[in-house]
């Protein structure tokens, strides 16, 4: 029970750091995507990836909120409250975000 307890300790720390970060995926060995328009290939718990050079690249977080004048949503506990037809918005600092 501890060692369960330490491990997702230890999981949202990184998940937290890993969201605040624009292109933390260099620390583990991975360039992000040089494309803007990277091909995605996989989504997994950290974000999105692409393969680009026939290596995997993180692509980095594309927020369509910012364009609508709105921030991205930034906590990674931040919760989906409402979804329109192509966007998932979330509330932080009293105020909408995009996912």
Do not use: H
């Not at 750091?17 to 583990?28: F, L, M, N, T």
């Not at 364009?67 to 009293?94: A, I, R, Y």
């Amino acid at each position: 029970m501890k060692y369960l307890l330490i491990v997702s300790f230890i999981f949202g720390i990184l998940t937290s750091k890993i969201y605040a970060e624009k292109c933390w995926s260099e620390k583990i060995g991975y360039k992000c995507c040089s494309s803007p328009n990277a091909v995605l290939q996989l989504t997994d718990i950290f974000g999105y990836w692409s393969v680009e050079d026939g290596e995997w690249c993180f692509i980095r977080r594309r927020c369509f909120s910012e364009k609508l004048g709105f921030p991205c949503c930034s906590d990674p506990s931040t919760v989906v409250v409402f979804v329109d037809e192509s966007s998932e918005w979330g509330v932080e600092n009293d105020g909408w975000c995009g996912f």
